[in-house]
């Protein structure tokens, strides 16, 4: 199983990014998608988290009503990211597991990042 993220670039604070996480393998019903990142000296920190059958997904407090994850596809995940802050300036990861959580240990397949920078 692979995840591939891309998407990622350079923007200016105020304008907005899509990113993609695309799935090599078919998923289960039981599996959930996360988007985790981590900017430079900080710790990995939990974005966005849906079931991959679908319903309500979960955001981290700092993206709350500014970016949205969603899956279009039977194989890619998104995370539409607006209004976007420096502070959201880091390497963003998708990640696949069994247990809807927003803690990242619990997730063993992760995609190699994409690097998001917003200058100000």
């Known amino acids: 199983v692979q995840l591939v993220e891309s998407g990622g670039g350079l923007v200016q604070a105020g304008e907005s990014l899509r990113l993609s996480c695309a799935v090599s393998e078919v998923t289960f019903d039981g599996d959930n998608i996360g988007w985790f990142r981590q900017g430079p000296g900080k710790e990995r920190e939990f974005v966005a988290l849906m079931r991959w059958r679908g319903g309500n997904p979960l955001y981290g407090d700092s993206v709350k009503g500014r970016f949205t994850i969603s899956r279009a596809s039977y194989d890619t995940v998104y995370l539409q990211m607006d209004s976007l802050k420096t502070e959201d300036t880091a390497v963003y990861y998708c990640?696949?597991?069994?247990?809807?959580?927003?803690?990242?240990?619990?997730?063993?397949?992760w995609g190699q990042g994409t690097q998001v920078t917003v200058a100000a």
């Open positions: 990640a696949r597991g069994s247990h809807y959580t927003t803690n990242h240990p619990e997730y063993p397949i």
